[in-house]
């Protein structure tokens, strides 16, 4: 405390300070006391005056020659600010007084003077700047410091939780926090020169519009340790007197409660005063940083008393993210929980903390922005790559999905990332990209060679069962019976050569069907164009026409059907014996050049035959569904697993 504050004798009126002021001018006449500017502050860091005679060390006879007085700018809760112009330097400079319902008070004198010493000594960026500390005409305390432009932190918070865009395009978060940062960095210069500052909510902070931030009103600043820090004999706490209020929302009390309810630590709405550190303020720094991300305030009670009741006993942090779905990263919203835990101990321990914390995120958030934007810039690229793949650069396709890929490792909830590699994914590409058409080869000769195993071992049922049908039914010719049996077992040879031993191209297909046509040409030269050879030319039909491309269908369709249609429309021209005749009577009759039909042995053979010509399209056509379902299902499901993998916008 200022020694001869607590002293009833000290006068304490205007006039008892100004005849004070003229007796200590004489006694500095007679070296009483040394005047200003004569001796330098002790080593100690103490002033060799008392309260009195140190008050009346700064009259300024010259006052109104220097200053000349403009706007009012603000009032609190013990001073009021006013603008005033300097013109020994030529600036405007913020005159900071006393209320006149202050003026009389010893504890008001005492703070008002720790405020501009407190911060006139702490030289930093964030702290404004005190030029001047004296006595105006009247005989009134002031301190001059420098005129801060901008906006008041509380201003942005309320228009920003009244949804105004303006502010909200201004005020990013990242701007908030970046400023959030530059206060605690102040914060941890303060407590490192042994102050605390008590009062640290929105209203106290100064955002310029060029980026400056100050932390204002050091009126209820604490020194907790004189170790490097201002030099003040003021190192005890004032006396208290009861409440000074200003007509804000969120008020400064000076009673028996010092700090801002709402924003002051628990300890503070205690009464507590001793053994208070740079945690303090912590609280304060949390209870500010949960209303920048939250746009309200930690503790909205209606009133001060249900803003302490509500501090001491602990905030909800997530209430306001319930309550109006704030999107906060979770890390900050641990932060807030950490700064403002209603024990000391388990707080962050320090300002410096808090701020290398923020600071983690906002790189953290940087980086962030800088993988939206290259995000951004790969699905531009894939959406040109998809509309070139479009016009049929199959390589396009494929460079589309792996930029799309790119953005989704950047970003992987990027929206427009997900829906057009959605879209990539589900569209058959024409033509499909080389590697896939590679791949598409692979299966496709994969069944061709399939398809090969199946059709040799057909031909070698042919080869067995031909032979046995010379058994079965009386031979008109047979050396004709010897030929057809080689061309049987030829086209067995072929199949098994091809499957076995080339491979499986287009080409050797175009053979097999060229060398089953002819067969099938012999087999209508032999028994007709209506019995037998139909189904057997259909059988073969259903059995090559899956692993065929609409061109090789027609291929397919064309010879097989010429090799019905030739023989029947040679014999009509009598190139070669007609097999089928039709009787006047309406009935038919088939003479074959090679078989001479026996009732017995034709009916087991037309039985056999017909009853293979059922069972064997049936097993084909089930077999080729059954596979085309299994592949649809196949393709169904790993279009469902792919969707998975998309994040879920």
């Known amino acids: 405390m200022l020694r001869g504050m607590s002293d009833p004798n000290v006068p304490t009126t205007t006039q008892d300070t100004e005849a004070l002021a003229a007796t200590l001018a004489s006694d500095a006449r007679t070296g009483a006391f040394a005047r200003p500017g004569s001796a330098p502050v002790h080593a100690s860091g103490e002033l060799p005056l008392e309260l009195p005679a140190f008050v009346a060390m700064l009259g300024n006879p010259a006052f109104e020659e220097r200053y000349a007085a403009a706007d009012l700018l603000g009032r609190g809760g013990m001073g009021e600010v006013r603008l005033y112009l300097d013109r020994r330097i030529g600036r405007d400079v913020a005159h900071k007084s006393l209320r006149k319902d202050v003026r009389k008070s010893q504890i008001g004198l ?24 004296g006595l105006d005409p009247s005989g009134q305390v002031f301190f001059t410091m420098k005129r801060v432009r901008g906006t008041s932190l509380d201003t942005v918070l309320d228009a920003l939780a009244q949804g105004d865009d303006e502010t909200r395009a201004r005020y990013t978060r990242r701007r908030l926090l970046t400023a959030f940062v530059q206060v605690c960095r102040a914060m941890d210069f303060a407590h490192s020169r042994g102050v605390l500052h008590r009062d640290l909510k929105p209203g106290n902070v100064m955002l310029g519009d060029y980026g400056e931030v100050h932390v204002l009103d050091w009126g209820l600043a604490k020194i907790v340790s004189r170790k490097e820090g201002p030099h003040l004999d003021l190192a005890e706490e004032p006396e208290r007197e009861g ?14 409660v010092l700090g801002t309810p709402g924003y002051m630590s628990p300890e503070q709405a205690r009464g507590e005063t001793d053994g208070l550190d740079g945690r303090t303020d912590v609280y304060s720094l949390g209870a500010i940083l949960f ?4 746009r309200e305030p930690l503790h909205p009670g209606p009133g001060t008393p249900a803003r302490i009741a509500s501090t001491l006993a602990g905030p909800e942090m997530r209430r306001a993210h319930r309550a109006h779905g704030a999107e906060v990263p979770p890390e900050l919203e641990v932060l807030c929980e950490k700064a403002c835990a209603l024990d000391p101990d388990y707080r962050i321990p320090s300002a410096r903390a808090l701020a290398d914390a923020v600071e983690r995120f906002l790189d953290g958030e940087r980086d962030e922005e800088r993988r939206k934007a290259l995000a951004i810039e790969h699905v531009q690229k894939a959406k ?5 793949a479009d016009r049929g ?17 950047l970003d992987p909830s990027h929206g427009p990332a997900l829906t057009a590699l959605e879209s990539l994914l589900t569209r058959v590409p024409d033509p499909p990209p080389p590697e896939a058409a590679r791949e598409i080869e692979v299966a496709e000769t994969s069944q061709r060679r399939a398809m090969l195993r199946t059709t040799t071992m057909r031909h070698a049922f042919w080869a067995l069962v031909a032979p046995l049908m010379y058994f079965t039914l009386p031979l008109r010719d047979g050396t004709l019976g010897v030929g057809i049996l080689a061309v049987v077992l030829s086209l067995f040879a072929l199949t098994l050569y091809v499957w076995r031993a080339q491979p499986a191209s287009r080409l050797w297909w175009h053979v097999l069907v060229g060398a089953t046509a002819l067969t099938i040409g012999i087999l209508t030269t032999l028994f007709g164009p209506f019995v037998f050879v139909p189904s057997l030319a259909a059988t073969y039909t259903i059995f090559y026409a899956p692993q065929t491309t609409v061109r090789e269908r027609n291929f397919l369709h064309g010879v097989l059907a010429l090799a019905v249609l030739l023989p029947a429309l040679l014999a009509e021209l009598g190139v070669v014996p007609r097999v089928a005749d039709f009787l006047p009577d309406g009935s038919m009759v088939v003479r074959s050049p090679l078989f001479a039909f026996e009732p017995r042995g034709t009916l087991a053979l037309l039985l056999a035959s017909n009853l293979l010509l059922v069972v064997v399209p049936g097993t084909l056509g089930g077999r080729f569904f059954e596979r085309l379902r299994h592949l649809e299902a196949r393709a169904i499901v790993q279009s469902f697993s ?8």
Do not use: I, N
């Open 110 to 133: 005492e703070r008002f003077v720790r405020e501009a010493r407190v911060q006139g000594q702490l030289e930093h960026p964030a702290v404004v700047p005190v030029y001047d500390l």
């Open 291 to 294: 209303e920048m991300l939250f």
């Open 642 to 649: 792919l969707r998975q993998l998309l994040p879920k916008r």
């Open 393 to 409: 650069e199959t390589d396009a396709h494929t460079e589309a999905l792996r930029e799309l890929g790119r953005a989704l490792v």
């Open 243 to 256: 409440d000074s209020r200003d007509s804000s929302a969120t008020p400064t009390l000076a009673g028996s």
């Open 384 to 388: 040109t790559l998809a509309a070139r």
